[in-house]
């Protein structure tokens, strides 16, 4: 079967690092994606993992362990911006992606 | 134009009713996508349409019929909803082959739907 975890809120203060967990068990696996969406838009794309290791991209960094079927993103120096939710999404086979809840985070001042 | 773009972007229908929603992309992409988002649930993919051939469908009821009529545009067609069916539609789009960018998805702000 296909199942994508995430904490379904996650609370931060302006200026602070915070880690997003995602863990995944689907049949295939081609690609871990993180999406950012905020409420009422259209969710966009944040980082790409594939192999196992870190990707950093500004003030945003995704890891992956295929082994473990584990992946988090890190977000750095948080900005109230940033408050959103963040979607982890696995593509398996072809192309079906499949996506986790989402987790719900708050910047405060 | 750039991106994804849906419409309309808010609709509301009664349960005997037949719309339609629409989705065009200006990316160049040659895969195009349906998602369901709920209140509280995941993404659920609906469609997938690959160079305007019909490559997923994940188990939709047949009230939900999708058109792609060329890798522009794609379309959801509408009938005899039920009130369970209110949700965003989004429509996404790849590049299918090819580079780092594939099968990143863009997607559309996407349609309200809610059914009386």
């Known amino acids: 079967g296909q199942n994508i975890d995430q904490p379904t809120e996650m609370t931060a203060t302006e200026g602070a690092i915070v880690q997003i967990n995602c863990t995944y068990q689907?049949?295939?696996?081609?690609?871990l994606f993180w999406y950012q969406q905020h409420a009422g838009e259209a969710p966009t794309f944040l980082s790409y993992?594939?192999?196992?290791g870190l990707e950093e991209k500004g003030r945003f960094s995704s890891f992956l362990s295929r082994s473990k079927g584990y992946s988090y993103l890190l977000l750095k120096e948080l900005q109230m911006k940033d408050s959103a939710s963040y979607l982890c999404a696995v593509k398996g086979y072809g192309q079906n992606f499949v996506f986790g809840p989402g987790t719900r985070l708050s910047v405060l001042p | 134009e750039t991106g994804v773009t849906q419409t309309p972007r808010h609709l509301v229908m009664g349960m005997t009713n037949k719309k339609s929603l629409k989705c065009e992309q200006h990316?160049?992409?040659?895969?195009m996508y349906w998602y369901k988002q709920s209140a509280k649930k995941p993404l659920e993919l609906m469609f997938v349409y690959n160079f305007k051939e019909q490559t997923e469908n994940n188990s939709v009821p047949s009230r939900f019929s999708p058109e792609c009529p060329n890798s522009s545009h794609l379309f959801l067609h509408l009938h005899t909803l039920q009130p369970e069916d209110s949700a965003l539609y989004l429509c996404a789009s790849s590049q299918r082959t090819g580079g780092p960018g594939a099968n990143v998805l863009t997607f559309g702000a996407g349609s309200r739907l809610t059914v009386l």
């Open positions: 990316l160049g992409h040659n895969a």
């Open positions: 993992n594939v192999l196992d």
């Open positions: 689907t049949s295939g696996f081609n690609g």
